[in-house]
């Protein structure tokens, strides 16, 4: 009994440490545009994006039931192991990414891991495939979908404003940026922490601590405080590859970015699917680049990530699966 309350508490360690460096690894995505365009000053937008990731991870709990219930069959096929080396999988892919400058997905790398060490200990057979399907399809699709309506999104402004001088449209589009990146911070929150409660929950029933999947309520006040602290840090590397190196930002554009992410990623929280910030962003730059002109878009740069974006699962499912040996030669 002590060695289960022993891991369960690693788990709640880990999903949290998780949950700290998916904040400062996705800080970029919900105020890389508005701090690239000078709209906010930068610890201003860290601040607003902190709080208002901490309210989004309050608001509902279906992407926690998808990633704890649907990438396993049940909660019988796992154990604390299991979850740990998932977890240890996904924070050193994320770290690796940071320190590069990578804006890799944390989605792709706790979907991974949670493979991984399944793979290696209980077999295919402990793996929904049907939910794993439908998650990574979410994955794949979001940001195909963020490219299109981008463009779209990008395509009306400059319709409805293409008659204006750029000067009045900065000015004015710089505090529109304001009210899109917070937006998009709480968008961010809606969909990102309840990854981290999902896990922690799955332990919980795994363990016997509860008796159906549902996310106790101190587990969201403690996933929602790890989320703000993380983006409170701030990832300024990825901030800058986000925010300048993909396409060279406006504030209309920047606002563009922002709104179109928002939008998609908070429709995804209400279908309870989890999807990648970080590609829904990248995403919806380079459609909103592709309205102003192709070449704008520095497809090099994108290439780069979407590299990142396929390898990230089997890295991290490698990665869990090594630690699931580590785990077992530790706790056993």
Same mark, same amino acid.
């Given at each position: 009994?002590?060695?289960?309350?022993?891991?369960?508490?690693?788990?709640?360690?880990?999903?949290?440490?998780?949950?700290?460096?998916?904040?400062? $690894?996705?800080?970029?995505?919900?105020?890389?545009?508005?701090?690239?365009?000078?709209?906010?000053?930068?610890?201003?937008?860290?601040?607003?994006?902190?709080?208002?990731?901490?309210?989004?991870?309050?608001?509902?709990?279906?992407?926690?039931?998808?990633?704890?219930?649907?990438?396993?069959?049940?909660?019988?096929?796992?154990?604390?192991?299991?979850?740990?080396?998932?977890?240890?999988?996904?924070?050193?892919?994320?770290?690796?990414?940071?320190?590069?400058?990578?804006?890799?997905?944390?989605? $792709?790398?706790?979907?991974?891991?949670?493979?991984?060490?399944?793979?290696?200990?209980?077999?295919?057979?402990?793996?929904?495939?049907?939910?794993?399907?439908?998650?990574?399809?979410?994955?794949?699709?979001?940001?195909?979908?963020?490219?299109?309506?981008?463009?779209?999104?990008?395509?009306?402004?400059?319709?409805?404003?293409?008659?204006?001088?750029?000067?009045?449209?900065?000015?004015?589009?710089?505090?529109?940026?304001?009210?899109?990146?917070?937006?998009?911070?709480?968008?961010?929150?809606?969909?990102?922490?309840?990854?981290?409660?999902?896990?922690?929950?799955?332990?919980?029933?795994?363990?016997?601590?509860?008796?159906?999947?549902?996310?106790?309520?101190?587990?969201?006040?403690?996933?929602?405080?790890?989320?703000?602290?993380?983006?409170?840090?701030?990832?300024?590397?990825?901030?800058?590859?986000?925010?300048?190196?993909?396409?060279?930002?406006?504030?209309?554009?920047?606002?563009?970015?922002?709104?179109?992410?928002?939008?998609?990623?908070?429709?995804?929280?209400?279908? $309870?699917?989890?999807?990648?910030?970080? $590609?829904?962003?990248?995403?919806?730059?380079?459609?909103?680049?592709?309205?102003?002109?192709?070449?704008?878009?520095?497809?090099?740069?994108?290439?780069?990530?979407?590299?990142?974006?396929?390898?990230?699962?089997?890295?991290?499912?490698?990665?869990?699966?090594?630690?699931?040996?580590?785990?077992?030669?530790?706790?056993?």
């Amino acid at each position: 009994m002590h060695e289960l309350q022993y891991l369960i508490f690693t788990v709640i360690i880990l999903a949290l440490v998780f949950d700290f460096i998916n904040g400062f $690894h996705d800080t970029a995505n919900a105020i890389a545009t508005s701090v690239s365009t000078r709209a906010i000053p930068p610890r201003v937008a860290i601040i607003m994006a902190a709080v208002l990731n901490f309210v989004g991870a309050l608001y509902s709990t279906g992407v926690a039931k998808t990633i704890g219930g649907d990438i396993v069959k049940s909660a019988a096929h796992v154990d604390e192991k299991i979850i740990i080396a998932a977890l240890c999988g996904a924070i050193v892919w994320n770290l690796v990414t940071w320190w590069f400058a990578i804006p890799s997905s944390s989605s $792709h790398a706790l979907v991974g891991g949670i493979i991984g060490a399944v793979l290696v200990s209980t077999g295919a057979d402990g793996l929904n495939f049907y939910g794993i399907g439908k998650i990574v399809i979410s994955l794949v699709a979001s940001p195909l979908i963020a490219i299109i309506t981008g463009c779209g999104v990008m395509s009306l402004l400059y319709m409805i404003f293409g008659g204006f001088s750029p000067s009045m449209l900065n000015n004015r589009f710089k505090k529109m940026q304001i009210l899109s990146a917070a937006m998009m911070s709480f968008s961010h929150g809606s969909n990102d922490a309840q990854k981290a409660m999902g896990i922690i929950t799955l332990a919980l029933l795994s363990g016997g601590y509860i008796q159906e999947f549902e996310v106790p309520f101190y587990i969201k006040i403690l996933a929602a405080t790890s989320m703000a602290c993380g983006t409170a840090v701030g990832g300024w590397k990825i901030i800058k590859t986000i925010g300048g190196k993909i396409f060279k930002l406006e504030p209309i554009t920047g606002f563009a970015a922002d709104l179109n992410s928002a939008i998609v990623i908070f429709g995804a929280t209400l279908l $309870h699917l989890p999807v990648s910030t970080t $590609h829904v962003v990248s995403g919806s730059i380079m459609g909103v680049g592709t309205a102003k002109r192709i070449r704008a878009v520095r497809w090099g740069v994108a290439r780069q990530m979407l590299t990142a974006w396929i390898l990230t699962i089997p890295c991290t499912a490698l990665m869990s699966a090594v630690a699931y040996q580590i785990a077992r030669l530790i706790f056993e």
